[in-house]
Every structure is written in C-alpha cells, then in structure tokens.
C-alpha cells in the first residue's frame, strides 16, 4: 500500500502494520481486509483500521476478529459507504428480531469509534445507537443442559471418567499429551485458551508447617487491556496432578532435547509452554536452535 507504515502491537505480543491489508494479531487468528470493506468510503475505512487497531491492541483476537466480522456484514448487507442512520436502520431491519444480536454486538464498537475521535461515526449515529434496546444471542444449548450448581456431570460420573481415561494411557491408547491436557482441563475447569497458555514456571510447590502445597499459577483470559501472560490466578491444585504435570513437562522437555541443544535451552527451559506445537516449532529449528522470542509470544503453544 502508498501509505506510510504505522506498526501496533496486539495483545498477543503480534506486530502488524495497521495500514496494511492483512494483518496477524495471535498465532490462530488474522484479518485480511476484504474487498467490499477496502471499497468503502476512504476516510471511514482509515477510521474503521484505527478503532480496530486500538482493539487488537486492548483486547483478544477473538472478540478483534468477531467485530471485523460483524462490520463485515453490516457493509455487505447494506452496500455501505459511509456509516449514517439511515444505513443503521436498514440494516436493523434487515436482521429481524432473531439476528439483531448482531447489531447488538457491534454497537460498542461503533461507540468506541466515536469516542476514540475518529471519522466514520457522527452524534446522530451514536444517539441512534444509544436508543436502541437490542436482544442477546441465543446461549449455547451446552450451557443450558448443565446444571448450575454441580456442572455438567455428577461426582460418580466424574470418577468413572477419569477411571477410563487413566486406563487408555496406560494401555497407549491415548498420549501422554492427551491424558495430561483432560486431567487438567476436568480438575481445574479452566478455558482451553488458558491451559494452552500455561508453562513449565506456572507449577509450583509450597511447603506450610511441614506441609507441601501444590499451585498452578492460571494466565488470566477474557480480560479487556490485559496482554499475553500478564495477570495470573494463583490455583491450588492436588499432589496427583502436579506429579502428573511435573512427569509430563519432563517427558517433553527430553522430546525437545531430540531437537535442539541442551546448552542452548538449558537457561530458558521454565519458559517453555507446557503444550508444545511440534510441528510449529521444528519450522523455527534451525542447526539445532530456534528464535527464543517465540518464548514470548503465544506461537509454539499448541491449539485444543
């Protein structure tokens, strides 16, 4: 593009020029600026680049590319140029009761655009907005069924649950990887996305009056303004799950010395991402070492 180059950071730790087309903002998600949005009115679409910029910087790149994706359809959907009432309007109605939900999502975007001062969305738009009383998606039917009270299963359940998963991995079955990542996702109830931001360092133990305590040290998830790995929740966790977390982080500490220099890794082994993408990272393998800048950011660990 002629325009200068203007790099932002996202939350992730991902730099992406802001006035190019495609942008990486974490290891699984991107935006490449279609067509009909490219098409828009010129100093609404450089708004539009500056508002989203500000939010892959503040926020997750889920909630960033859901909001791309919304804009997305509010331009297809009604031929968009520039962002008026009468263009809100038409799309409103176009949704209907069931899919206003959409609109309902993109609101706060819209307001955040005005309110960062950027062209695209006036007073009459923002007034528009604020007037509107719009309905929720529909929750997952996942949610509904469980209970609120003991979750998805009863406690027997639970035992013959992890009864059979610990039969599979000892008759290979499974893989070490799959047995650890189950146990810990059933005994800490976690997202996914926080388990697979976990490391080698977030395993602790603890000795009170002659009594050991094991910790998980939980990456916070779903929280506005906070970067990759910022905040933590310390866990409590029992003595049969760090052993198993401790076995496995041996098990794939070895994996890696198979790829790399012990000397090399040796100092930055705490660092390492308890779930590993191996096929990520034998890419970034060269002569036996890699960018140990990947440490920092959210690329060698793996996708569940």
């Known amino acids: ?20 087309n ?8 991107t935006i490449n600026f279609s067509q009909p949005i490219l098409n828009i009115n010129k100093k609404t679409l450089d708004g539009f680049r500056k508002t989203l910029a ?27 140029e520039i962002i008026n009432v009468p263009i809100i309007l038409d799309w409103k109605n176009k949704l209907g009761k069931e899919h206003e939900w959409y609109l309902g999502a993109l ?43 003991t979750g998805a299963f009863t406690e027997n359940e639970i035992l013959a649950l992890m009864a059979e998963l610990a039969r599979l991995w000892r008759e290979e079955l499974i893989s070490f990887e799959t047995y650890a990542y189950i146990h810990l996702l059933q005994t800490t109830a976690r997202r996914p996305i926080q388990i697979r931001h976990l490391k080698f360092e977030d395993l602790r133990k603890e000795i009170s009056q002659g009594t ?29 799950l760090y052993l198993i977390l401790l076995n496995f982080m041996e098990y794939q500490y070895k994996k890696l010395l198979s790829l790399v220099d012990e000397t090399f890794i040796s100092g930055y082994k705490m660092k390492l991402p308890v779930f ?27 996708l569940h």
Not at 110 to 130: F, I, N, P, Q, R
């Open 1 to 20: 593009m002629s325009q200068n180059k203007r790099f932002r950071q996202s939350k992730d730790g991902y730099a992406f020029d802001e006035n190019e």
């Open 22 to 29: 495609f942008w990486r903002i974490s290891k699984d998600k």
């Open 54 to 80: 500000i939010y892959a910087e503040k926020y997750s790149s889920y909630h960033v590319s859901h909001m791309y994706q919304q804009f997305q359809r509010l331009v297809i959907s009604t031929n968009l």
């Open 107 to 149: 609101k706060g975007f819209l307001l955040s655009w005005h309110e960062y001062g950027y062209y695209g969305v006036d007073k009459s738009v923002v007034s528009l907005l604020e007037s509107f009383t719009l309905s929720g998606n529909e929750k997952g039917k996942s949610v509904l069924m469980r209970c609120p009270y």
């Open 212 to 240: 050991w305590n094991y910790f998980l040290n939980i990456p916070s998830a779903k929280k506005r303004g906070i970067l990759f790995r910022e905040t933590f929740k310390k866990l409590a966790i029992t003595e049969d």
């Open 276 to 302: 590993i993408d191996w096929s990520c990272l034998k890419k970034n393998i060269k002569n036996r070492n890699f960018d140990l800048s990947l440490l920092d950011k959210d690329i060698i660990q793996l």
